[in-house]
Protein backbone atom coordinates (compact mmCIF):
# COMPACT_ATOMS: atom_id res chain seq x y z
CA UNK A 1 0.00 0.00 0.00
CA UNK A 2 2.51 2.39 1.01
CA UNK A 3 5.02 1.11 -1.14
CA UNK A 4 4.87 3.56 -4.11
CA UNK A 5 5.28 6.56 -1.56
CA UNK A 6 8.79 4.68 -0.23
CA UNK A 7 9.91 4.06 -3.80
CA UNK A 8 9.01 8.25 -4.30
CA UNK A 9 11.43 8.77 -1.06
CA UNK A 10 14.08 6.66 -2.22
CA UNK A 11 14.22 8.36 -5.60
CA UNK A 12 14.43 11.49 -4.28
CA UNK A 13 17.20 10.72 -1.76
CA UNK A 14 18.98 9.51 -4.74
CA UNK A 15 18.90 12.83 -6.55
CA UNK A 16 19.52 14.76 -3.68
CA UNK A 17 22.66 12.84 -2.75
CA UNK A 18 24.16 12.72 -6.74
CA UNK A 19 26.73 14.98 -7.07
CA UNK A 20 27.03 17.07 -10.12
CA UNK A 21 29.04 15.47 -12.89
CA UNK A 22 30.23 18.88 -14.80
CA UNK A 23 33.58 20.04 -14.29
CA UNK A 24 33.94 23.54 -14.02
CA UNK A 25 35.35 25.79 -16.66
CA UNK A 26 38.73 27.43 -16.98
CA UNK A 27 39.17 30.91 -15.88
CA UNK A 28 40.11 32.88 -18.97
CA UNK A 29 43.57 34.91 -18.84
CA UNK A 30 43.47 38.67 -19.67
CA UNK A 31 44.75 38.07 -22.89
CA UNK A 32 42.16 35.60 -23.90
CA UNK A 33 39.23 37.49 -22.36
CA UNK A 34 40.57 40.58 -24.69
CA UNK A 35 40.59 38.60 -27.77
CA UNK A 36 37.39 37.04 -27.56
CA UNK A 37 35.77 41.05 -26.60
CA UNK A 38 37.95 42.21 -29.89
CA UNK A 39 36.38 38.66 -32.16
CA UNK A 40 32.81 39.64 -31.02
CA UNK A 41 32.97 43.11 -31.82
CA UNK A 42 34.19 42.71 -35.08
CA UNK A 43 31.47 39.86 -35.80
CA UNK A 44 28.86 42.44 -34.28
CA UNK A 45 30.55 44.57 -36.84
CA UNK A 46 31.10 47.31 -33.73
CA UNK A 47 32.20 50.80 -34.65
CA UNK A 48 35.40 52.29 -32.49
CA UNK A 49 34.05 55.80 -32.89
CA UNK A 50 32.20 57.53 -30.02
CA UNK A 51 30.23 59.37 -31.50
CA UNK A 52 28.12 56.30 -33.01
CA UNK A 53 28.70 54.58 -29.48
CA UNK A 54 26.60 57.95 -27.75
CA UNK A 55 23.97 57.49 -30.95
CA UNK A 56 23.42 54.20 -29.82
CA UNK A 57 23.13 55.02 -26.23
CA UNK A 58 20.94 57.48 -26.56
CA UNK A 59 18.38 55.28 -28.43
CA UNK A 60 18.31 52.66 -25.69
CA UNK A 61 18.13 55.05 -22.70
CA UNK A 62 15.90 57.85 -20.92
CA UNK A 63 17.54 61.23 -19.95
CA UNK A 64 17.29 61.65 -16.40
CA UNK A 65 14.89 63.73 -15.02
CA UNK A 66 15.52 65.67 -11.80
CA UNK A 67 13.42 64.10 -8.87
CA UNK A 68 10.75 66.22 -7.15
CA UNK A 69 11.43 68.09 -3.87
CA UNK A 70 10.50 66.14 -0.72
CA UNK A 71 7.45 66.50 0.39
CA UNK A 72 6.70 67.42 4.53
CA UNK A 73 4.88 65.27 6.56
CA UNK A 74 1.32 66.60 7.08
CA UNK A 75 1.30 66.01 11.09
CA UNK A 76 4.96 67.66 12.01
CA UNK A 77 5.18 70.99 13.27
CA UNK A 78 7.74 72.97 13.60
CA UNK A 79 9.33 73.84 17.35
CA UNK A 80 8.21 77.80 16.84
CA UNK A 81 4.64 76.81 16.84
Known sequence: MWSWL???FR???RCMTRKS???PKAKL???ERFKRF???AREVEA???MKDFEKAFK???QPSRPSPAPKASRGSRSKDE
Request: aromatic share 0%.
Open 29 to 31: TDA
Open 11 to 13: VIL
Open 6 to 8: IDH
Open 38 to 40: VDM
Open 47 to 49: SPD
Open 21 to 23: VTK
Open 59 to 61: KVT
